[in-house]
């Protein structure tokens, strides 16, 4: 079993406010990642790290942003929500850049 | 770049039915290939892979061939149960440092 957290699982909020999703690992792995999961289950991924201190922006343009301070902590922040940011995010970590390990979601609803 | 392509669902088959979920891809070189199963309520998992032509991946009685002269990674299951009414995604990983997902299958099984 991998050992991926997200926090909150569920959370719903109202436009306009910031949020933070959490996402932790206690694998070690270097890679991380989020993908956006649309309602027809496509995966886009969003925000990747190869390492502390490094990020970089996937093939979807998203208006949150992240940050690697720490190897096992990778959160996803969205400084004001809005309806369409309505989704399920996926955090995922690996060893390298093959396998991935996914956490179990947050999904999120702006109202 | 790389592309994957899936059977669209959603599927539905009757318990210990024959299952097989179609994928193809595009890629240059030698790409690695995964099938990753997402169950209700839960993250992705990796179901079986194969990182070279004509190596079969194998897991949970699911089978998968890497077909390079086809370009295929095509999902088997000899007899389904309801506990595999999940969502199956096709994956490579090729040049690029991330995987390539394709779009999701659902699959129900009904007793």
């Known amino acids: 079993e991998a050992d991926i957290y997200q926090t909150p699982r569920y959370l719903v909020i109202g436009t306009g406010k910031k949020i933070t999703l959490e996402c932790s690992q206690t694998?070690?792995?270097?890679?991380m990642y989020w993908y956006q999961q649309d309602p027809g289950m496509e995966l886009h991924l969003i925000h990747y790290?190869?390492?502390?201190?490094?990020?970089e922006k996937g093939d979807l343009s998203s208006e949150s942003t992240v940050s690697r301070i720490r190897t096992e902590h990778f959160p996803l922040t969205l400084e004001s929500a809005r309806p369409s940011h309505t989704s399920q995010y996926l955090c995922?970590?690996?060893?390298?850049?093959?396998?991935?390990?996914f956490g179990p979601g947050t999904r999120l609803t702006v109202l | 770049g790389n592309s994957v392509t899936q059977m669209e669902g959603p599927v539905t088959l009757s318990e210990e039915a024959f299952l097989t979920i179609n994928c193809t891809y595009t890629?240059?070189?030698?790409?690695?290939l995964f099938w990753y199963v997402q169950y209700p309520g839960e993250g992705l998992q990796l179901l079986l892979k194969?990182?070279?032509?004509?190596d079969k991946g194998s897991n949970k009685g699911f089978e998968a061939t890497y077909r390079k002269e086809t370009t295929s990674f095509h999902l088997e299951k000899g007899s389904v149960q309801v506990s595999d009414s999940a969502v199956y995604f096709c994956?490579?990983?090729?040049?690029?440092?991330?995987?390539?997902f394709g779009s999701g299958t659902q699959l129900t099984v009904l007793p």
């Open positions: 995922a970590s690996g060893p390298g850049y093959n396998e991935q390990f």
């Open positions: 694998m070690g792995h270097d890679k």
């Open positions: 790290s190869y390492g502390v201190n490094s990020t």
């Open positions: 890629a240059t070189g030698y790409p690695s």
């Open positions: 194969a990182t070279k032509a004509d």
């Open positions: 994956a490579l990983k090729g040049s690029a440092r991330q995987l390539t």
